[in-house]
Nanobody, 123 residues
Framework: QVQLVESGGGLVQAGGSLRLSCAAS????????MGWFRQAPGKEREFVAA????????YYADSVKGRFTISRDNAKNTVYLQMNSLKPEDTAVYYC????????????????WGQGTQVTVSS
């Protein structure tokens, strides 16, 4: 069992930066691939980024590639999402998720979810 708690969301102007954190409970955090997803009002949840258990490989949606960076610290049971050059279209609730069997772009494939943190980018 893994419990996930996101933090770091907030209101930022376009062009600004935020760093999201996702703290995980459980001793097997290092066994899980971790993903970040987001959901804007009236839209489906979409993939943002993912990182495999070792941190050696990362994956990004085209819409955030070059602006966002996912990383993890297995010693701290935490995964991060550094978001730079934010745009109003990045406004959404951001969720972290854990998957035991490797990364995926599909939200349906993830086993555990956090409660989400709101990111609002003003123009």
């Amino acid at each position: 069992q893994v419990q996930l708690v996101e933090s770091g969301g907030g209101l930022v102007q376009a062009g600004g930066s935020l760093r999201l954190s996702c703290a995980a409970s459980g001793r097997t955090f290092s066994h899980y691939a971790m993903g970040w997803f987001r959901q804007a009002p009236g839209k489906e949840r979409e993939f943002v980024a993912a990182i495999i258990w070792s941190g050696g490989n990362t994956y990004y949606a085209d819409s955030v590639k070059g602006r966002f960076t996912i990383s993890r610290d297995n010693a701290k049971n935490t995964v991060y999402l550094q978001m730079n050059s934010l745009k109003p279209e990045d406004t959404a609730v951001y969720y972290c998720a854990a998957r035991i069997t490797g990364w995926s772009q599909s939200s349906y494939d993830y086993d555990y979810w956090g409660q989400g943190t709101q990111v609002t980018v003003s123009s």
